[in-house]
C-alpha cells in the first residue's frame, strides 16, 4: 500500500516550547492530508484537514494558533504544537488520501508521533 | 461523527475466523465502507474497502448486505498478531473528504 512516514517518531519537550511534526507521503502526491491526535485508551479524533496551498481546516474545539498546520507541497505537512503543555502530550497521527476511485481515495496512515511535554 | 456502531470488543480463538460487524444504517449511496486496524502505539492499517460488492484481499473479506445497511470483516485464519482494534468507517470516496474514527472493536486472539 501506499505509504505516509511521520517524522520523528517520539519527541520530548519542555512545558512552553514548540515542536514540529513531520507528514510525508513517500510515493505518491497528497493534496489534502489530515492530522489526528488520540489520548491513552481512546479513539483517534480528526483535529484539521490540511490543505496544499492553502489553510487547513480546523475541527470544532481545536485551538488553530495553538495548533499549526503548514502543507507547503504536496508531499509534506508539518503540525507544529506551540507553548506546548503538559496536556498536550498525546500520540500524533497524520493521513493522506491515495487519489484514484480505483483506491478509494482511501486513506493512508503514518506511524504516528509520540509526543511528552515535561 | 461517526456513523457506525460496532461491538466494543471481542475474542477469537487462533485459527478460527473473527468475524467483525459494524452496522451503518444511515450510509449514503455514494459512501464506502472502509475498514482500518491498529495495533498498540502504531497508526492505522489499512484492511479493506468497498461499496456494495463483497470484497477479498489477502488480509481479509468484506461482506456487505445488500441494503449496505451493516458490514462484517471476515478475517478468515486468525493469529495471535491481528489483536488490534478494528474500525469501519464509511465515507464518501474523495481525496478531500475526512475520516470519523468510532470506538472500534478490540479484538483478542486467544492462543
Known amino acids: 500500500g501506499a505509504v505516509v512516514s511521520q517524522h520523528p517518531s517520539w519527541v520530548i519537550c519542555k512545558s512552553g516550547t514548540s515542536v514540529k511534526i513531520e507528514c510525508r507521503s513517500l510515493?505518491?502526491?497528497?493534496?489534502?492530508m489530515f492530522w489526528y491526535r488520540q489520548f491513552p485508551k481512546q479513539s483517534l479524533m480528526l483535529m484539521a484537514t490540511?490543505?496544499?496551498?492553502?489553510?487547513?481546516?480546523?475541527e470544532q474545539g481545536v485551538e488553530k494558533d495553538k495548533f499549526l498546520i503548514n502543507h507547503a507541497s504536496l508531499t509534506l505537512s508539518t503540525l507544529t504544537v506551540t507553548s506546548a503543555h503538559p496536556e498536550d502530550s498525546s500520540f500524533y497521527i497524520c493521513?493522506?488520501?491515495?487519489?484514484?476511485?480505483?483506491?478509494?481515495?482511501?486513506?493512508?496512515f503514518g506511524e504516528g508521533s509520540w509526543l511528552t511535554v515535561v | 461523527d461517526a456513523k457506525t456502531t460496532q461491538p466494543p470488543s471481542m475474542d477469537c480463538a487462533e485459527g478460527r475466523a473473527a468475524n467483525l460487524p459494524c452496522n451503518h444504517s444511515?450510509?449514503?449511496?455514494?459512501?464506502?465502507v472502509y475498514w482500518y486496524r491498529q495495533i498498540h502505539s502504531q497508526g492505522p492499517q489499512y484492511i479493506i474497502h468497498?461499496?456494495?460488492n463483497n470484497e477479498t484481499n489477502e488480509m481479509a473479506s468484506l461482506i456487505i448486505t445488500e441494503d449496505r445497511k451493516s458490514s462484517t470483516l471476515i478475517l478468515p485464519h486468525a493469529t495471535l498478531r491481528d489483536t488490534a482494534v478494528y474500525y469501519c468507517?464509511?465515507?464518501?470516496?474523495?481525496?478531500?473528504?475526512?475520516?470519523?474514527f468510532g470506538t472500534g472493536t478490540s479484538l483478542t486472539v486467544i492462543p
Open positions: 490540511s490543505n496544499e496551498g492553502s489553510k487547513a481546516t480546523y
Open positions: 444511515t450510509i449514503s449511496g455514494n459512501e464506502y
Open positions: 510515493d505518491f502526491q497528497a493534496t489534502t
Open positions: 468507517i464509511v465515507r464518501v470516496a474523495n481525496t478531500g473528504n475526512q475520516f470519523y
Open positions: 468497498g461499496l456494495k
Open positions: 493521513s493522506a488520501a491515495l487519489p484514484g476511485l480505483k483506491s478509494g481515495n482511501t486513506i493512508y
